[in-house]
């Protein structure tokens, strides 16, 4: 049976972990993710997980990728500071195709910024923040039910792929209180095991190679260097470096269509919203009280890999409205995929966008 | 069993340079884990980057090789998740005194049950003989080229006062007494420090008036004094050479630990 809830987003995040079988936590303080480690603190070793609070964000990162290859189902949660602080670590779980969750709550910047206030300013950094070219997914949230549901999914998107899995929210989903159905059972997709005989770094046909995992007799050399298919440092050979980062950009990039996760709300609408995260809401309200089917949504709950076969999905647009709390990152990337006008509406300094202030742009009812 | 069946054969031969000291310290952990009669399943090698951090490419078990300076934490995660295995550390003087300071401090704070031996040439020997942490003062690197003014680490007092259960140095001539420290270091519950000095001949003897490999090897046979010793001429006030490397066990401990199998 499932079960209705009154619980904060950030609550709701370590719950959707912990039901997800997440058995470890290795983080550091930062405002506004602490409750996320605070309540693992709690729950993990009742249910003989391990939480570790590290010296930092760079040893948090670190100590979930060495829990990872144990086979546990490992994240963390931080905000800005502590996200910059994860990158070279992040590039090291790309590179040796480490299934992990990383939640970034994610408030104003740059530096200390604004640490109670919401943000989407790391929506390109967690794309690209780690040098050198690569591929991740990032899930974005717009409420609580959400804080639940797409954690459950980031670790089974993490270990299906083998990949880092970010999942995006910031401080308004991250503290805010609302109804949450917990569902009773949860969708659980198992790491493919390397079966036996296979080099430890031989792709399948979805370009994923089955997971060796530590202590099972494999005797599996994982490194950051470039290496080949038996995990060897090859790290001077052109060939094998681009097959190398090729294939892990490919894994997920091939996967797009089908891992995409978005809502279309009037698709034969002219005005077009375009959300992620937060906004969304204050769009959402814009329907509602206009009732207006020329008015059309499309929210985004996974920005990375980008969903731009979702655009066709409304085929009579003429113009694109994208609120953000950014300067208009994920606006600039939509923008790249379609000739129909895109109109940015970014927003700083942590307050959402009000209803009346995007349904102005629609110029309906006024 | 010999400590040969653990060496990776297909990766032969290894990157390091002729007369490297690293080479002898890989033999003698070998060694140590051989006396412990651990199974390969079961024991897990991380490092950082560095030369010393090249080690674990060349033994069979499962293996990390990570980021620069993040091998504790790496192992940390390990440990933590299954305390069953064994994890032993390789790291070099620049990868834990310089950019893993911070995280070498709290692993031996918390204790973890983890081995960490230490290839301190006083050199970072992979980008080409750079000033260390632990380079001693008025030696040459290509960053002091008039000789280092920084006053050196002693990684062992570190490791003490941070709150390791097990903290030994040797270096590259005592083959017999530091196989023999990594094991007591091994059978230690808790963090157990075990610092071994190594010649870099391509990036610190070259430039450090040691001509020859073996000329760095003789310094550290006759430079060493036993710490009991050294101690005493401590309490004695007796000045002891600048130069002198003190070796021998220099804690063993019962400290609470963190990550024993429960
Ligand atoms: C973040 C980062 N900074 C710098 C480097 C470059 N780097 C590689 S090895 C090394 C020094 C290694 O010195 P040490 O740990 O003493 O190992 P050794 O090679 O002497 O055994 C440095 C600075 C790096 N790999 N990563
Ligand atoms: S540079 Fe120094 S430490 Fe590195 S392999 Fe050569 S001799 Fe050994
Ligand atoms: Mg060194």
Known sequence: ?366 | MSYDEWLRQDRLPHIYCAGCGNGTIINCTLEAIDGMGWKKDETIFVSGIGCSSRAPGYIVTDSLHTTHGRALPFATGVKMARPGFHVVVFTGDGDLAAIGGNHFIHACRRNIDITVVCMNNQIYGMTGGQGSPTTPMGALSTTTPFGSAEPAFDLCELAIAAGANYVARWTSYHVKELTKAVKVGMETPGLSFIEAMVQCPTNYGRRNKFRQVLDQVEYFRSHSMMRLKYLQHEERGEPVPDATIVVGEFVNRKRPVMGLPK
């Open chain 1, 1 to 366: 049976m499932s079960t209705i809830q009154f619980m904060q987003g950030n609550i709701a995040c370590a719950e959707g972990a912990l039901a997800a079988g997440c058995n470890f936590f290795g983080g550091y303080p930062i405002t506004p993710s602490t409750e996320v480690a605070e309540h693992m603190a709690v729950k993990l070793p009742k249910q003989n997980g391990t939480f570790i609070q590290m010296e930092d964000e760079i040893a948090s990162m670190a100590s979930i990728i060495g829990a990872s290859w144990t086979g546990a189902r490992a994240m963390t949660a931080t905000s800005g500071p502590g996200f910059s602080l994860m990158m070279e670590n992040i590039g090291y779980a790309v590179m040796t195709e480490t299934p992990c969750v990383i939640v970034n709550i994610q408030r104003g910047g740059p530096s200390t910024g604004q640490p109670t206030m919401a943000a989407a300013g790391d929506m390109m950094q967690c794309r690209f923040g780690s040098h050198g070219d690569y591929s991740i997914i990032a899930l974005c949230p717009s409420s609580v039910q959400e804080m639940y549901e797409l954690t459950v999914k980031a670790f089974n998107l993490a270990d299906r792929f083998r990949v880092p899995v970010f999942l995006m929210a910031d401080e308004i989903i991250g503290h805010m209180r609302e109804r949450i159905i917990i569902p009773d059972k949860v969708e659980h997709t198992a790491r493919r095991p390397l079966e036996s005989g296979v080099l430890p770094f031989h792709p399948e046909k979805d370009l994923v190679p089955g997971f060796p995992g530590f202590g099972k007799g494999f005797g599996v050399h994982v490194t950051g260097l470039t290496h080949d298919e038996r995990g060897y440092p090859c790290a001077t050979n052109p060939k094998l470096h681009e097959q190398l980062v090729m294939r892990l950009c490919n894994k997920i990039e091939n996967a797009r269509k089908e891992i995409a996760d978005y809502v279309v709300t009037n698709p034969e609408a002219e005005t077009v919203f375009v959300t992620y995260g937060v906004p969304a809401r204050s769009v959402e309200q814009v329907l509602h009280d206009t009732g207006s089917k020329n008015i059309g949504h499309l929210r985004l709950k996974m920005v990375w890999p980008f969903p731009e076969h979702a655009i066709a999905e409304f085929p009579n647009a003429t113009r694109f409205i994208i609120p953000e709390l950014n300067l208009g990152q994920i606006a600039r990337e939509f923008d790249r995929h379609t000739r129909v006008p895109v109109i940015q509406v970014p927003k700083l300094g942590g307050d959402l966008h009000l209803p009346a202030e995007l349904k102005k742009l629609t110029g309906v009812g006024i």
